[in-house]
């Protein structure tokens, strides 16, 4: 069973994957592979379904069976989770430190039936895509175990997408909140206290009316580049109108997100082509009700949904590892320039 | 004038490194060199000192002239320095956001005149390294406007450190301090509060006791694999007795640091080749005693400095940004067995 260990100091968890484990000798560098190898199946595509875990839902043409062709949106659990579905948390000490087992969700969704290895999808699929997504996180809200629920994206080898680059996105489940979220809602907080505003509305009327870092608009959304962006090119996606909970988003703006981040992706491949990224969607933690101590009590008000797509174009290193800070050697007004101005 | 951008929401700090820009169109995946191409010269060796700008500092044999070889350890100022040494902070507003000019220090330590290109440097030549470090480091300690100076390595191409494997350690000093540091300051402060011991000390005691994480001892230092590591074979070398600022070592006690952490470095080698890694080192910021909120009063006694070794041989991905968790495949007590048998 995969474990969740605490550091001592500063409170981040880590999950030791025993199930991905290598021998220690299976870590020195060596070729990976960038594609599929000729012959190669890839399970995410339609026509393999055998190759995965029976299907959790699916959106899929009026007759045909599960985890058989004819579907649009397939959603199925991780071969190798992360975070098992099966078990309790069994939160225990190791002399001073603080671990507990890997429990929670660990799914995959696919984007689309077809080996798309460009980009993202064409934005009418996308449009189904969060629809799904909305779907399976109001199911997994309903686990008492789970905290939080991670939208996350890896395409490209350098953003740990693997060799296969069947466009496909994790939802995970986590028993606890998560540090980088916690961060986030704190830092909001204060901001709230402070101007009785939230912070990302201040943003995002900021952006419009400087016109600097908005790269995109579309009825429900707004995609800017953040005055600190920490990588080129990483651009946000936010509702217009305030909202805290990402999964409480009807099917319209669904579809409206979907026609956006598709529209986003066909301008940054105009700018960089087929480059490695990694998309990250950050909402309100579930049962914020269940906390007594008044840290949630204004959430509602001062935390604002979004999702942010970070293109892996440089590399971090030790002055990131050691600071926490981080270095972007293209300027976010530059990179708007050239991103506003591409087709989409 | 490169500037540092504060994160509106987390007040994360990042440096836009406009010296360093390219234009957008050249940030498309291209090939990257693994070495030095044959015949171009490496800057760092002995004989090309003109290739850098002038010396600040070197430990030389007697009679030799700055610039010229002769020199066991060098230490140059960055040709593109990320912090400029002159000018100053300028902090301002840019609507609700706050920059300011990105002012402080940004040296190279060439460990070695010769172009070694695997691992680390003998333990005899980095015991001189660490001493050179020192000196620099009380030098900066002077600049008023310097809160940090960070030691980091960046080794291999995964690890930041381009195509010139010459060792060589960066030394940052920062105009504010550090997020990771304030989180380590934190939570040893709330550790102390509630044990009244240093949280590091106790960790350096179970580790001994349990006997499952030590890879190496020394007189003076102590090199565990953490319980919850981020990365397979992530090492941390402390100090047995407790300290809190690195650069009061003696003498003494930096040559005992040479020689532990060539020693890993032997041993990591027997396991994993030539691996990339980073190195950063983690001590309390200076003038602490301008802070008169009672944050800092503690931090002789919670505070513990470390140096941590990060081999770069997984890649993080989105869920690593989203949540500001690690996934490790391999644990911690699995890699100190290997690490541990392996000769120095």
Redesign the interface.
Known sequence: MPEL??????????????E???R??Q???GVEKEELASGEKCPFCQGNESMTPPEICALRKAGTKPNTPGWDVRVIPYKFP?LHVEGDLNRRA????DLMDAIGAHEIVVETPDHLTEGAPPASQLSKVFGVIIDRIKDLEKDPRIKYV?????YGR????GHIKHQRI?L?G?PVN????K??L???KQ?YNYKERC??C??IK?EIA?GKRVVMESKYFIAIM?????F??ETWIMPKEHSCDFYKTSKEIASDLGGIYGGLFAKLKR???D??Y?????TAPFRRQMNKRGYWETIENDYHWHL?V??I?T?????E???????????PQ??Y???REAKA
């Open positions: 260990r605490k550091d001592p100091i500063i409170g981040r968890w880590v999950i030791i994957a025993t991905r484990a290598k220690p000798d870590f020195a560098a992360l190791h002399g001073m430190y991670l939208l996350v994206k890896n350098a953003a740990g997408g994790q995970v986590t998560l540090k980088r979220v961060e986030e704190a830092g909001a901001y912070v990302f201040d943003i900021q400087v953040p005055f600190a962006s920490r080129p090119f700018v960089i082509g480059f490695p990694n998309t990250v969607l950050h942010e970070l293109p174009l590399r971090v290193a030790g002055f590892w050691g600071s926490g800070f981080y270095i972007n050697p293209l300027p530059d990179a320039k050239s991103v």
